[in-house]
């Protein structure tokens, strides 16, 4: 079986889709917004460029496909301002693998857009988007055509053994699960689902899956009861050597 022609999280946005069940990684993405700041500012002070390709691996869909996109959008626009410059253009390629619901993506993207102006209370640059489906394990864009690559996706550590990028940054931090303030087993059961449900029903059909998860989630209640939770995250960046 071909994993990447599998592998996709739950679409729609019922009660079992990701978009439903995606605040761990939410909390996981707004712990390293810090990190990320730092990185655009620099980047765009240094090549001041007038059209700025960002690149998002693994975005899923729900509501944080495009949080990363817009956190970057504004901090450059307010760069834009402060410095007088004119706002570049965006080019914003989401990629995730062939199951992914990008339509989902596609439909939300002139609210996006709206939402980004109103709260940015100015126009901003032009906002060109592309979805890239294929793993990010394969080569999927072309050579030397992004400026910022963000993923929040597992993407391996193999960069130092590959050669083409040195590292700047390198955190280890945990995502304490009792601050999320809710059912912590109904949320991580349901995230767990919502991410392994199409896997499952690919290998054993639908029927199975509500057992299997209805047993996952009494084992996560006992776990939880007898400690304290916490997911580990590891935040890299990194910068393409010339
Ligand atoms: C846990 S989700 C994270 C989604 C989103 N970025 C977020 O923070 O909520 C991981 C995503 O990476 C995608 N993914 C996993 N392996 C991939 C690969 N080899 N190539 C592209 N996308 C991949 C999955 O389909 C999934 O949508």
Redesign the pocket.
């Known amino acids: 079986m071909d994993?990447?022609q599998v592998?996709?999280?739950n679409g729609g946005v019922e009660e079992a889709s990701?978009a439903n069940n995606?605040l761990i990684?939410?909390e996981?993405?707004s712990l390293t917004t810090s990190c990320r700041v730092k990185t655009i500012t620099n980047l765009y002070c240094s090549l001041n460029p007038k059209s700025l390709a960002i690149a998002?691996?693994?975005?899923?869909?729900?509501?944080?496909?495009l949080?990363?996109t817009s956190e970057i959008i504004k901090v450059v626009e307010k760069l834009c301002q402060e410095l007088n410059h004119q706002s570049p253009e965006y080019k914003v390629f989401l990629?995730?693998?062939p199951?992914?619901d990008f339509n989902s993506i596609f439909k939300s993207l002139d609210t996006f857009k709206k939402k980004l102006r109103d709260e940015m209370e100015t126009e901003i640059g032009p906002c060109y988007f592309s979805g890239v489906p294929?793993?990010?394990?394969?080569r999927?864009f072309p050579n030397k055509s992004l400026h910022f690559v963000h993923?929040?996706?597992?993407v391996k550590l193999e960069v130092e053994t590959e050669g083409s990028f040195s590292i700047n940054q390198l955190e280890v931090f945990g995502v304490n699960m009792h601050a999320l303030d809710s059912d912590l087993s109904e949320l991580l059961a349901k995230g767990i689902r919502a991410?392994i449900e199409p896997l499952l029903i690919s290998h054993f059909s639908e029927g199975v899956t509500k057992e299997v998860f209805d047993r996952h989630r009494k084992i996560l209640t006992y776990g939880i009861s007898k400690e304290r939770t916490k997911i580990t995250n590891l935040t890299v960046t990194l910068t393409r050597k010339s």
């Open positions: 994993l990447t592998l996709h999280m990701y995606s990684q939410r996981a993405i998002d691996l693994g975005c899923s869909v729900g509501p944080n496909t949080l990363v990629n995730d693998l199951g992914n294929g793993s990010f394990y394969c999927i993923s929040s996706s597992e991410v």
